[in-house]
Every structure is written in C-alpha cells, then in structure tokens.
C-alpha cells in the first residue's frame, strides 16, 4: 500500500482540483452543444459529459506518469516480460502495481469508443493503447522521474484498455446524433403524354407531298 500512495500521491489533490473546473464546464458546453447542434437536452449532458470526463482522465494520466516518484533520480528499465510481474507475485511483493497499471488506460478505454466512432473495435482500441502506453513508458525513461519503464506495464495498460472498451460495447452508439427519418417521397407526373403522336393513318401513294404543297397548308 505505500509502493502505491508512493506513486500516486500527487493524483489526488490534482483530481481534487479539476473535477471542480469539470464541473463547471458542463454546463456550457451543454447549452453551446444545444445551439450548434439541437439536441435534446439530455442527449447535450450525456456527450458533454463524456467529452470532459476523456479530457480530465487523460490530462491526469499524463500528470501521474510525468510526476517523479519520491527522491528518486533515474529511472528503472525492465524489458524482459514478466520481470514485474514474478516480482509482484512474490512473497516481498505488491499487487497494487499491477492493478494500478491494469486501471490506468481502462477508464479511457471504455469512455474513447463512446464518442469515436472509427475506434469501434477492440483491436483498434488496443492498438491506440499500446501505442499510448509505449509513448508513456518513453516518456519516463526520458524525464527519469524514478518510475520503472517497463515492458509488463505496456502489456498491462493495453489489457486494461481493452477490458475497459469491452464492458461499455454494448452502449457504443447510444450517444450517437439519431438519424432523422427519410421523408417518403410521392410520385408526380409533370405532364402528360399526348395518346397519338402522330398520325398512324397510312398515306396513300403519291399523296404524301401533294398535301405537302397544297395552298392551305402554305
């Protein structure tokens, strides 16, 4: 338990201090939402509401992975798989590592494809999460923050994601625009079409430019 209060200590009063800010916002991105697009007010809070629940949780997430942990001065690097892990499930080890990290991209995992709809599919989330978990670990390799790079914790973050996206699959499109109804088209007729378009009677041989150039019909 304290490994963990270790890592995330600075979490909390940063939590503490957007959900207000969050708050606050909701109200008026619902009623600019209402306006550009008119929808319904619930349809405006549900959406408004994930949007600014995606953009707190992921600049949280980038706070907890770019804080320093403690006095440390360098950064740890473990790629072999499975490293963190044997060491989690040792005798002298802590699980809340391991499920910290399996947390850590699930909210988002599960919020994302609510609201992209070309992210629909538990491939492609765990695939935008692996990338994000490598561009994480890189990023505290870089900053040596104290924090451990390791190849477990992208694992982690990925599996997490994608849990996260498969328990909200069923809800994917609920906060989709509704479609409006095609509007039933009727048919109407512009003009009708004259029975006789010429005469069919036949000519009889030898008349035909007598009536041509009879003087009524100059």
């Known amino acids: 338990m304290g490994a963990l209060l270790r ?9 503490a201090i957007a959900l207000p800010y969050a708050a606050l916002c909701w109200p008026l991105l619902v009623v600019r939402r209402r306006r550009r697009s008119g929808v319904s007010v619930a349809h405006a809070s549900a959406t408004a509401g994930v949007d ?5 949780l992921a600049g949280l997430i980038l706070l907890l992975v770019t804080m320093p942990v403690g006095a440390a001065g ?16 040792s005798d002298d080890g802590s699980l809340w590592q391991v499920i910290g990290n399996l947390f850590l991209l699930g909210p988002l995992g599960a919020l994302v494809p609510l609201r992209a709809p ?6 492609r989330i765990a695939l935008v999460a692996l990338i994000a978990s490598l561009l994480v670990e890189a ?5 040596h923050n104290g924090r451990v790079t390791s190849t477990d914790d992208v694992l982690l973050n ?15 499109r609920r ?6 109804p095609i509007p039933q088209q009727t048919r ?14 036949p000519a009889e041989p030898g008349t035909r430019y007598v009536r041509l150039s009879h003087p009524e019909r100059r």
């Open 188 to 201: 109407r007729t512009i003009c009708v079409a004259p029975l006789r378009l010429h005469d069919a009677t």
């Open 139 to 143: 990023a505290q390799f870089v900053l």
């Open 118 to 123: 070309r992210l629909r599919s538990a491939g």
């Open 52 to 56: 600014l629940l995606i953009v707190t």
């Open 74 to 89: 360098g950064s740890a690097v473990h790629l072999v798989p499975g490293t963190d892990l044997t060491e989690a499930f």
């Open 175 to 180: 906060f989709d625009l509704p479609v409006p």
């Open 7 to 15: 890592a995330f200590w600075g979490i909390i009063p940063a939590t």
């Open 158 to 172: 990925t599996l997490g994601a994608t849990l996260g996206a498969a328990l909200t699959r069923p809800g994917w």
